[in-house]
């Protein structure tokens, strides 16, 4: 989650400029791949979780 | 680094198709639709890969409870519920998306107040919601079987009869009553010219990417469960 934020503290630096378009698409498209960027970490996170658990788990029963 | 890429290649195609869907969806330049549709166009790339993928959950769900009865295994019904599952959020994310999409094109002039506004009896919006009722009772069903084995195979044989209700429901009857979809009165969309080339670039990756999405998180549920089933009895 702190990735995401950092993410989005340096799009805002690098984007000062595109970020206050008139139309402000670029923002909306800012917002959204923040969103999306958490969720695949989240995702991510999860899935070495799991597997740290399984491997945990096989080792125990092997030993 | 060859195994990480084995492992996980589809995990990182999905993303990156996605993140390409969301950026080229929202920046590129596309025919102007004109009238309610406008710029609103551009929820092809978004809400109608949604069904896309829960047809895809739904199917692989039922691909399983047959293998289940078959083979017997019961990380088969693992795989068919978790499935089943999965399909019901993206049909529920299609389902809102959907609701927001016909308020503001077709039904903008009635007033928020109004039940109308964001119910339009289309009869695909309804037909779906009654596909995802059938699969709710699937899940009342199995919550309501007390012994593994047998609320396994009850199930499996349920779910046959729920996706081959959901093809009438959601695919043909919706075709042959109009309404606010397209395919009503010139036949499946994909092949008509109404989608052109320009959305058909967008469309095409999103759709794959948020499939490719779905089953990793299908994967996640099935490993965990699986996990948590070597302590207690889950369901």
Redesign the interface.
């Known amino acids: 989650m702190l990735n995401s934020f950092w993410f989005s503290l340096v799009l805002l630096q690098a984007g000062q400029g595109i970020l206050f378009q008139s139309d402000k698409i670029f923002t909306v498209l800012t917002v959204v791949l923040i969103i999306f960027s958490g969720l695949i970490l989240y995702l991510w996170n999860l899935d070495r979780r799991i597997s740290r658990m399984e491997k945990k788990d096989k080792d125990s029963t092997t030993a | 680094m060859l195994a990480f890429f084995k492992n996980n290649g589809y995990?990182i195609l999905g993303?990156v198709l996605?993140?390409y869907a969301?950026?080229a969806g929202?920046?590129k330049s596309l025919p102007d639709m004109g009238g309610n549709m406008a710029q609103t166009s551009r929820n092809v790339f978004y809400h109608v890969p949604m069904w896309f993928t829960m047809y895809l959950l739904m199917g692989i769900s039922v691909v399983y409870s047959i293998l289940f009865l078959l083979k017997g295994k019961d990380r088969f019904d693992v795989v068919a519920r978790e499935s089943a599952r999965t399909g019901m959020v993206f049909g529920l994310f299609g389902l809102s998306t959907g609701i927001i999409w016909s308020r503001v094109t077709w039904r903008e002039l009635i007033p928020s107040d109004s039940f109308a506004a964001w119910w339009s009896w289309d009869p695909k919006q309804t037909m779906v919601v009654v596909a995802l009722m059938i699969y709710a009772a699937y899940f009342i069903l199995r919550a309501g079987i007390e012994e593994s084995s047998s609320r396994a195979r009850i199930s499996a044989v349920y779910n046959i009869f729920a996706a081959a209700s959901l093809i009438p429901l959601t695919l043909i009857l919706p075709r042959m009553l109009g309404g606010l979809h397209p395919g009503g009165d010139d036949g499946n969309p994909l092949e008509n010219i109404r989608l052109s080339n320009e959305f058909r670039v967008v469309f095409y990756p999103s759709v794959l990417g948020f499939m490719l999405l779905s089953i990793?998180?299908l994967e996640?549920r099935v490993?965990?469960t699986l996990?948590q089933q070597?302590f207690e009895d889950v369901e």
Do not use: A, E, P
Request: glycine share 6%; no cysteine; proline share 0%.
């Open positions: 995990k993303v996605i993140g969301l950026i929202l920046l990793w998180i996640l490993r965990f996990y070597k």
